[in-house]
């Protein structure tokens, strides 16, 4: 398996407070992305980075904000949850940008917002 | 845009039936396309995916999967199902940007049953 670690695996969080997930990768890839999963959705992506400090937004970005500081790490945040915002979070990585490479996940955070 | 579309959201088989997972594509280029498994409580695998160097493809476990540009699908067939198989599938589209990002269907989930 790809060396992918999502922090934390599960969290239960009220409306409005801050929250952030991290993904950690030990396979030194370049790209970086966030997708949300949800019953009749699949995943839809939120937010990718394609190098340290470079990011841009996905399908579904609004109320999340990202940031990459180091290469192995890749954080996203919801500065104040919403319930729309319960979801289960997956990180993903890729080696290369060319569109016929896969895309390796890590297991997920889930995330309930009360 | 870049777009799948996965028909039937729940698939039973009996054991030792052959499996077939429906997907069908859009895009404007050559299409990237990709299965992937879920299961519970896990990250998505890639079980294969086509980059247009050959029109049938094959994958882990068993599976394999026939790119026909006249239908503009990409099912995923298994000869035989195995109880291990039971899990969530996506087929997903590779998008047009740099980035590599991935456009997901709405999952199937595949249930044998003994």
């Known amino acids: 398996d790809a060396g992918i670690t999502q922090s934390p695996r599960h969290k239960v969080t009220e409306t409005g407070t801050p929250v952030t997930l991290r993904c950690h990768q030990t396979?030194?890839?370049?790209?970086m992305y966030w997708y949300r999963q949800d019953p009749g959705h699949g995943l839809r992506l939120i937010h990718y980075?394609?190098?340290?400090?470079?990011?841009d937004k996905g399908e579904v970005s609004d109320g999340y904000s990202v940031s990459r500081s180091k290469t192995e790490d890749f954080l996203l945040t919801l500065e104040s949850a919403t319930s729309s915002q319960t979801s289960v979070y997956f990180c993903?990585?890729?080696?290369?940008?060319?569109?016929?490479?896969?895309?390796?996940f890590g297991d997920g955070t889930r995330l309930s917002i009360l | 845009a870049q777009s799948v579309t996965q028909l039937g959201s729940h698939v039973s088989v009996s054991e030792g039936a052959l499996v077939l997972l429906r997907c069908n594509y859009s895009?404007?280029?050559?299409?990237?396309l990709f299965w992937y498994v879920q299961y519970p409580n896990q990250g998505l695998q890639l079980l294969l995916k086509?980059?247009?160097?050959?029109?049938l493809v094959k994958g882990i476990n068993g599976f394999e999967a026939e790119f026909k540009k006249s239908e503009t699908s990409f099912h995923l067939t298994k000869p035989s199902a195995h109880m291990s198989d039971a899990a969530e599938y996506f087929c997903?589209?590779?998008?047009?940007?740099?980035?590599?990002?991935?456009?997901f269907g709405t999952g199937t989930r595949l249930t044998v049953i003994p």
């Open positions: 993903a990585i890729s080696d290369s940008g060319s569109s016929n490479q896969p895309q390796h």
């Open positions: 396979e030194n890839h370049r790209y």
């Open positions: 980075s394609y190098g340290v400090k470079d990011t």
């Open positions: 895009s404007s280029v050559p299409p990237y």
């Open positions: 086509y980059t247009s160097a050959a029109t």
């Open positions: 997903a589209v590779s998008g047009e940007t740099g980035a590599n990002n991935l456009f």
